[in-house]
């Protein structure tokens, strides 16, 4: 056993279940840090008409598009 486990837990991390919770945990995550981010560099998020949009995923689709 692992050192400085009392208790071991098994558990089923390929479940559907625990899938959908590690990436609900990943979005938040990742969600928070970029919400502290535009906050921190002065942005309103609660302000903004539209969501903002990330420049490589808008480069991305314009060539997409062309293809």
């Known amino acids: 056993s692992p050192a ?3 208790y071991p837990i098994p558990g089923n991390d390929d479940a559907a279940r625990a899938i959908a919770l590690y990436c609900d945990l ?4 990742a969600l928070d840090g970029m919400t502290t981010q535009m906050g921190r560099a002065g942005v ?3 302000s903004l ?11 991305e ?4 598009a062309e293809a």
Request: glycine share 8%.
């Open 26 to 29: 990943i979005t938040r995550a």
């Open 44 to 46: 309103d998020i609660g």
């Open 4 to 6: 400085g486990i009392d």
């Open 61 to 64: 689709a314009a060539v997409a």
């Open 49 to 59: 008409d539209a969501a903002p949009v990330e420049e490589t995923l808008v480069e």
